[in-house]
């Protein structure tokens, strides 16, 4: 079992929808949460980070992460064509040498 | 530079030859990271060096794979003897201190072993 699942896709939803990416877990020691996006032939661009359990809000994205199910989760509000592209989860230990443990990541399109 | 900065773009080899990657962290980050990303495939971690501290070489998958770092400047990954399996995606990230906050990534090597 991978330490980090994350569903790869394809997800293809209607500009305007409201998407929502997941990953599970099975490290509970993990303890700081993060979410990439990746355009083809790019390297991965931070989205957003978290430490605690709860929602984060930066503008149409929101993460969302519960320590208790080993769940996280990334909305997306108002989805527009440009959002998309492969979203990575990617999580750490505190202690543990910073090294971060991604999913394999979901490939989002968002059609018009 | 405003960003991580990583050379070649891209690499196409023959089997058997030695490569050498290059990465320019973002000024004044401590950490950097190589990762690697095979097609489909989520990232795999490689090696970390943070500031002088020995390195967390513990994702480098065999003894063909070296990486040096002088102080906070300029890494390069080697790999000695490719192969056609090393062909992938390298991405090379920095960050400030800690990793906690989010790594910057580079735009990746992609190296293609013939």
């Known amino acids: 079992q991978k330490e980090v699942e994350q569903d790869p896709g394809p997800l293809s939803v209607p500009e305007g929808a409201i998407v929502s990416l997941n990953c599970t877990y099975s490290?509970?020691?993990?303890?700081?949460f993060m979410w990439y996006r990746q355009y083809s032939r790019k390297g991965p661009e931070l989205l957003m980070y978290t430490y605690s359990s709860g929602n984060k809000e930066d503008g149409r994205f929101t993460a969302q992460v519960d320590k208790s199910s080993k769940y996280i989760s990334l909305f997306i509000r108002d989805s527009q064509p440009s959002d998309s592209a492969t979203y990575l989860c990617a999580m750490g230990l505190t202690g543990g040498g910073n090294k971060l443990t991604f999913g394999t990541g979901t490939q989002l399109k968002v059609e018009l | 530079g405003a960003g991580v900065s990583q050379s070649p773009s891209n690499k196409v080899t023959e089997k058997g030859k030695d490569v050498e990657l290059r990465c320019d962290p973002i000024s004044g980050h401590t950490a950097l990271y190589w990762y690697r990303q095979r097609l489909g495939q989520g990232l795999e971690f490689l090696i970390y060096?943070?500031?002088?501290?020995?390195?967390?070489k513990s994702g480098l998958p065999s003894d063909r794979f070296s990486a040096e770092r002088t102080g906070e400047s300029v890494s390069t990954l080697t790999i000695q003897r490719t192969q056609q399996e090393d062909s992938a995606v390298y991405l090379c990230a920095s960050s400030l201190d800690s990793v906690r906050v989010g790594a910057f990534f580079g735009q990746g090597t992609r190296l293609t072993v013939v």
């Open positions: 490290n509970s020691a993990f303890q700081y």
């Open positions: 060096f943070q500031g002088n501290s020995a390195p967390d």
